[in-house]
């Protein structure tokens, strides 16, 4: 069951990363929503490989074609279909290595799960490219929060060692927001950027490559949204993040660092503002019993290293069950960071608008 | 939709923290399962309250009443539904201070939610009582797992400032994991006991309370359970324990750590150990690709300070709007900690034989 | 997974015959509905047995304990699990005969299912008295319904092979339909109660059952509710009537008589009546691909005999695989058709409910 | 939600009459099963249109393109995503009459339901060719299932007046139901099958069309499949057939001549034949209590007159909300019956198999 997600929007995708293509059904979206194509490509422009050398060589136009659910401009309100052929395939590069499983990748894993006969191109399946559908996806939700003023903002908390500032749990600048999506490296402090970029760069040249963490923020979630326990927005955007390869852990608000604290640090005290209720500060990041507080939400995703690297590593070969080593040769990123973004952002974009229309319905869409 | 959880065995979880009680009805058990009443009542005695001053001094019997699906000393196959009374409740501690809302809680994103119609009365639905139940469960997934020689097991990995050792995730010993779950406050260093105990009872006397971390590890979980993207084992088991209160972050294997990481510190390289296909070191958490590899499966949960203390604090009267403050009386516990732990060992319990079933089918379990 | 159900209203029942009890847990009401419980109980009384020669002389109170989920006389909006307890339970009836598969009954599917594990008493699991709760959870969202003018009312269609008119399938009369939940025996052509009664009494005398048809129509539902395909509304109301014992047809509309028509008489042409869209006849039951089209919603299940006969039947003896007979003792409906009714409006009532809520939200209920 | 369905193999169905092209993808089949492409052609081609005087002149090669889940000539376990592409649209046809809803379809739920936007063209996403895909998977489910033993078959059990004989519910031939695959107007008296056609060609020269009713027959399956209440097989099975457009009613076994039957009649009283537990009868159709019982499981669907005839209708224009009349053009299929028989047949091995994994676990492929 790993490719289909939802409540009330619903997505199944599919593909490989050296098969044909990769692709998406969305079914619940309503009928009569005008998408914005160029805000769709810009989104997927922005997981895209191949645009600097910060990135994978791989060059992939990732042109979307929409094969069902939209007609004369707008949804039809049946299952929309995308697709996104697979163009730039070198799949040369993985047969010589089929038998050697990749270190950090899921080879092996696929290998058992699926009985020796997952497409071990690329990753096949669990390729990252899987994730550019859900991109799409995601900026046909968006589009639709945006247009109800909910806003997604991301930055790059960290590359390696080198941090980025926090966000304002509290009075977090829409402006700012707005324009993180603008940025090829969005920060909060872009004195940073040349030093993280020194590090990607770094890590390339030793064909090696580098984890980070990106901070989201969500503006202007109404109060009352989500549940507690099984569906709270911790559970459902949690859930969702895993989905994305190379994430490893997910912290709200303060997350870990609340685990060092006392009660009355933590605790968000109430006040009135502007004739609003809300906390003075937000450790909780936006979020209680699950449900959201009219406050910002927020929330850090820890994203591995790519696994690729081209040093050379131990391995075994799956076949003859003896151990070897590889260097993964091929083209990839030497950190992937920049590039979840809008995927993170995806991902949270569709959990959202999932939580709002159980409670709203789908004629809150238009 | 809160209260429904799983895809192949199916808990519903109801219940008010002073109402009568709390319950549980767990749908897809085969027939034919003895239960082991007495490693229920282990399990529920360790999350039960009022044990020690360490905890709240509430003090509740958590004696649960099987009304349905059991017969004979066997599961039915049918839904069984287990109730747990409530016994020891003071509500007139709630009444007072119903329109204050209590800083860290769900009282105001409940109210809000649900029209203003919650129960609140120590939380009512939102209360951490609401757990007792999920254990009950738990506690017969972790029977039937550790038929199957799967061992779930768990320490207090900070409290607060003071930290234990963490698990060896790549030979982790048995009989530690095993023991773990008869201490009342389990440690790998045991050393570090009193000085956690301190810290606890500490800001018990300031009338405020303090967070902490739990590491729990899983072994013998043989290659090939999960799936990627949306129902990852770090999907599953993260919406399972974003589901429990006060939890605010997870990571899975070096987590956060491997964001600090390169990809030759992070990538676990394979080895062959006693004929089997192992890592050399197991940064992943026993999981790539979202299916395990055959290591142990760790994860570390932040777990926020009791939002109850009774320290005064600002918050707002929901009624009048205005800003008050307030201290919580009643009961609770100064650290939740140690009894969140056979909560998150339920519900990864839970979450494992689901994902597990998905492979085999029912029949796997007997 | 027998008991759970719903995708926007869940419910979860659990319960046997001879047990403690049987139940619901339903999850999703929005907080802040106040319940009226003399609806609920006059629901609850259409179903309850004992009240009259034609039914069981099982007497049953059927009185509904709420044990969560309702506060100051209205819905929390979390989990509401409500309770019946079984008060005349002669389980000694069962015992001797347990080794006896009964005819008709899931006696023999529900021991090879469950592991010879099934509670036999009654029927355990199996019996009718599970859809006392279902009754339940259905005056909930008939009750919402009823505020929003969507009216469901039913009447015998046929029992055994004494036949009553058919409800008019265009102009259907509002107080008709109201008036039908009023009576006992509900008939359009009330001369028909007499013979029909016979019939079951004769049965009765015979230690015989008989079956019959229930028409159920719901009026007032506006157009465009349901889905084409897999969520259609006959797909979603026929898989809830299946769930109810002894149901073994259904057809929408004309149903098996458009089978032997021509497209000329099949197919309902449009006119404008009143203002409004309307169809000169209605043979496809108020749906077509799979929504509502603003016309009565029409449906006919068929009721098997009550297969509980005390005539002798030959059957088998489950322990010892030798054939043998029975005749079963105990009470029984010689005919389950009346009793059925409130059942069918309860299921078909949530099955709305859940639908209407998928396009309007929960907000639409108030 | 209209177009995901299952709970352990899931399928995602999209695409419209004349865009371009319907597609499915399926999930949850595990990796390395070997697909018979011939046999899925076979299928393919029973439903595909403009194969004699008796369907629609559209013809549609109905080539199946795999897009993902398939390498190396079987499949990977991942997403199964496949392809019908459009070739043979003719939507002049249509957009001509865009605003004329015709009597019996969907034009006008459609509009309703999706807000003005749907796919007008041919019936757009509610058009009869949305079951190619369906039985694409299907007739991967029905291989699965052979090779475990377990047949389905279907005849023509009655075209508009002229009705077939049925099948022997008891001791129904092997020999019988594999053949009737073979047929392409498959019948058991197959001295009938002139007369059938005669009537449809009859109402093909009217410009009409007729209904007719399928029956279906499932040898094999192993008792205790199934659940009670909401996972019935009868719940299931009829939620699946009630998906394929033309479909108003279902029974099981006997149906709804159980409703005129007494209990003695109706009852399948057991026996012991050749070893195994086995009843005299098979009124119940092989299902008690929702679970299969070991006897052949059998129903009938009724299937209405195909809705496009070219005789005058009268209608309304939607856009001018007047009265008027239409003549439908276009090709069309004077009866729907024998296209829809391998339909059925692909609903029905989803659902089975769907149903026997959630007991066995995907292992139980292979």
Chains 1, 2, 3, 4 share one sequence.
């Not at 042109?63 to 929309?80: D, R, W």
Request: proline share 4%; aromatic share 8%.
């Amino acid at each position: 069951m790993s490719g289909i997600w939802g409540n009330n929007i619903k997505v199944s995708i599919f593909g490989e990363s050296h098969g044909h293509g990769v692709g998406i059904v969305i079914d619940g979206l309503p009928g009569g929503i005008k998408l914005d194509m160029d805000y769709i490509k810009y989104e997927m422009d922005r997981r895209k490989p191949g645009k600097s050398k910060l990135t994978t060589s791989r060059k992939e136009a990732d042109e979307v074609k929409i094969l069902s659910g939209y007609f004369n401009g707008k949804t039809t309100g049946t299952p929309l279909c995308a697709f996104i052929e697979n163009t730039n395939t070198r799949s040369r590069d993985y047969s010589k290595t089929k038998d050697l499983m990749r270190p950090g990748h899921a080879d092996y894993t696929g290998y058992m799960k699926y009985n020796q006969s997952n497409d071990y191109r690329g990753g096949g399946h669990f390729s990252g490219r899987l994730t550019a559908p859900l991109v799409f996806a995601g900026s046909i939700a968006k589009q639709i929060l945006e247009k109800n003023n909910i806003l997604i903002g991301s930055h790059i908390s960290s590359i390696y060692t080198q941090v980025d500032e926090t966000f304002d749990y509290v009075n977090c600048n829409e402006e700012l927001v707005k324009n993180l999506r603008l940025e090829e490296f969005p920060l909060i402090d872009k004195s940073k950027a040349d030093s993280m970029k020194d590090i990607i760069l770094r890590a390339k040249e030793e064909g090696n490559s580098v984890g980070g963490i990106v901070e989201t923020i969500i503006l202007n979630v109404e109060t009352g949204i989500g549940s507690p326990f099984f569906s709270s927005i911790e559970s459902r955007i949690s859930s969702m993040m895993f989905s994305i390869p190379a994430i490893k852990g997910i912290e709200f608000g303060e997350g870990f660092n609340m685990a060092k604290m006392k009660g009355n640090e933590s605790n968000d005290e109430y006040c009135i503002k502007d004739g609003e209720i809300r906390t003075y500060t937000n450790n909780n990041g936006g979020i209680l019993g699950g449900i959201s507080n009219g406050m910002p939400i927020v929330f850090k995703c820890a994203i591995k290293p790519t696994p690729s690297i081209s040093m050379e590593q131990r391995t075994i070969n799956i076949e003859s069950k003896e151990e070897t080593s590889l260097s993964i040769e091929g083209r990839h990123d030497p950190c992937i960071v920049p590039r979840a973004i809008p995927v993170i952002e995806a991902g949270v974009a569709l959990t959202l608008l999932d939580m709002i229309i159980e409670k709203k319905g789908l004629e809150w869409i238009n």
